[in-house]
């Protein structure tokens, strides 16, 4: 099913973490001021084909696949997934948000369910870690 549109083009640090808008596109978040630069350029290196550009973050993490040399990124960095999701309860439309991970995140993204991408929390000290 196709994720529910909301505007979640933030950038929001931490102490720990860095809290990234997953509705961007990955040209927004490589022009956005706030994105730190080692952010950018794994953006840059990793999730950046000319006709991926355009495309929300969230969308094309959601759609890499677990054999991909790209997922292997994502597992490295232990990025975490923030979504909401929309489920009926007792005759009422109800919202919860939730943290998941790389594989429940991809998963998601290939089920029939109701939902929207909200953030990508990046964990400063994987960042850290991580060379590109």
């Known amino acids: 099913m196709q994720p529910i549109n909301r505007e979640f083009k933030a950038v929001i640090q931490d102490m720990t ?4 808008g997953a509705q ?5 978040a490589i022009s ?6 080692k952010v950018k350029a794994i ?4 999730f950046s ?4 550009m355009d495309k929300n973050i969230g969308e094309i993490i959601g759609s890499v696949k677990t054999d991909d040399f790209t997922y292997q990124v994502i ?8 979504v909401g999701i929309y489920f009926d309860k007792n005759d009422k439309r109800q919202y919860k948000s ?3 991970g790389p594989d429940e995140f991809i998963r998601l993204h290939n089920s029939e369910e109701e939902y929207f991408d909200e953030e990508i929390v990046f964990n400063k000290l994987a960042l850290l870690a991580f060379s590109t």
Do not use: G, R
């Open 32 to 37: 956005f001021e706030d994105v730190p630069f």
């Open 75 to 82: 597992k490295q960095l232990k990025l975490k997934f923030k």
């Open 17 to 20: 973490h860095i809290y990234m």
């Open 49 to 52: 084909k000319p006709e991926d």
């Open 24 to 28: 961007m596109s990955v040209s927004e």
């Open 98 to 100: 939730m943290t998941l």
């Open 43 to 46: 953006f840059n290196k990793y």
